[in-house]
Antibody
Framework: QIALKESGPTLVKPTQTLTLTCTFS??????????VGWIRQPPGRALEWLAL???????RYSPSLKSRLSITKDTSKYQVVLTMTNMDPLDTATYYC??????????????WGQGTLVTVSS | SSELTQDPAVSVALGQTVRITCHGD??????ASWYQQKPGQAPLLVIY???NRPSGIPDRFSGSSSGNTASLTITGAQAEDEADYYC???????????FGGGTKLTVL
């Protein structure tokens, strides 16, 4: 079955770069139509889509955060990495990675990781 | 426009029907999906491509759309349906995703 898990630092300082890794199992990112996305949620607030990478290395970014984000994949390691530069306390949030695929149009997220809380503070 | 707008809160009596709505210009072109999120949990996809339910989602959940509005209807709401619900779709460019602000559903 499909499973995803986020990992990375729980605390980063303002202006630092955040690197998060999504390690997954049960699917391959070399399969046509499959993608992995990142979504975040500040405490008590709404979900915000960040980025999405597909099997063919097509990458999509939130327009409001595009200048700060980078998403990459390592198919052999079953991992997707998200980096976000110039972190600010407003970036404090739970960060989720999630799977999409042909069964859900390649845009909807049918399997999610548990999320990882990242706090930005000096 | 890249925004999806939801009512912040909705309530429903146990066993009754409730509709949660999502408004946005992009919904005239692109289908909405709906996610349920309970406290401390990751979101759960309950409706995708406007009307489709993933495996395991009860058939009391249904989706529809008209013009710039997408709706999630729960027919015969149960206590376990109390949660936050988020709509999601592409933005007007079709190249990016956007979430609505969420609706907190209370089952009375």
């Amino acid at each position: 079955q499909i499973a995803l898990k986020e990992s990375g630092p729980t605390l980063v300082k303002p202006t630092q770069t955040l690197t998060l890794t999504c390690t997954f199992s049960g699917f391959s990112l070399s399969t046509s139509g499959v993608g992995v996305g990142w979504i975040r949620q500040p405490p008590g607030r709404a979900l915000e889509w960040l980025a999405l990478i597909y099997w063919d290395d097509d990458k999509r970014y939130s327009p409001s955060l595009k200048s700060r984000l980078s998403i990459t994949k390592d198919t052999s390691k079953y991992q997707v990495v998200l980096t976000m530069t110039n972190m600010d306390p407003l970036d404090t949030a739970t960060y989720y990675c999630a799977h999409t695929g042909p069964a859900v149009r390649g845009w909807d997220f049918d399997f999610w990781g548990q999320g990882t809380l990242v706090t930005v503070s000096s | 426009s890249s925004e999806l707008t939801q009512d912040p809160a909705v309530s429903v009596a146990l066993g009754q029907t409730v509709r949660i709505t999502c408004h946005g210009d992009s919904l005239r072109t692109y289908y909405a999906s709906w996610y349920q999120q309970k406290p401390g949990q990751a979101p759960l996809l309950v409706i995708y491509a406007k009307t489709n339910r993933p495996s395991g989602i009860p058939d009391r959940f249904s989706g529809s759309s008209s013009g710039n509005t997408a709706s999630l209807t729960i027919t015969g709401a149960q206590a376990e349906d109390e949660a936050d619900y988020y709509c999601n779709s592409r933005d007007s460019s079709g190249s990016h995703l956007v979430f609505g602000g969420g609706t907190k559903l209370t089952v009375l």
